[in-house]
């Protein structure tokens, strides 16, 4: 199994910036891919960016330009770095791992991104 622990979360201004960090343990080995989704109140899980062992990267659409997704494997830890935030990318904030052989997902237990207008 992976265990995953997010931290970096809190209150920002709109226009600040916040970094999020995702610890991951456990069967390391096993994680291909790594991600970050959001979840605001009424709204249903989203991906927000995500990586690839090989270190390719995507995004949403609406974090383009903004956030900058990045995996330190010595560290064994994800990051998002958002900056120019908004009152809408307040939600909470879920670091995914996927592993193979076999296929499972796992996730952290999310972090709280509060962002006053």
């Known amino acids: 199994q992976v265990q995953l622990v997010e931290s970096g979360g809190g209150l920002v201004q709109a226009g600040g910036s916040l970094r999020l960090s995702c610890a991951a343990s456990?069967?390391?080995?096993?994680?291909?891919?790594l991600g970050w989704y959001r979840q605001a109140p009424g709204k249903q899980r989203e991906l927000v960016a995500g990586i690839s062992s090989g270190g390719s990267t995507n995004y949403a659409d609406s974090v383009k330009g903004r956030f900058t997704i990045s995996r330190d494997n010595a560290k064994n830890t994800l990051y998002l770095q958002m900056n120019s935030l908004s009152a809408a990318d307040t939600a909470v904030y879920y670091c995914?791992?996927?592993?193979?052989?076999?296929?499972?997902?796992?996730w952290g237990q999310g972090t709280q991104v509060t962002v006053s207008s």
């Open positions: 456990g069967k390391i080995f096993s994680i291909d891919t």
């Open positions: 995914k791992a996927r592993t193979f052989g076999p296929v499972d997902d796992y």
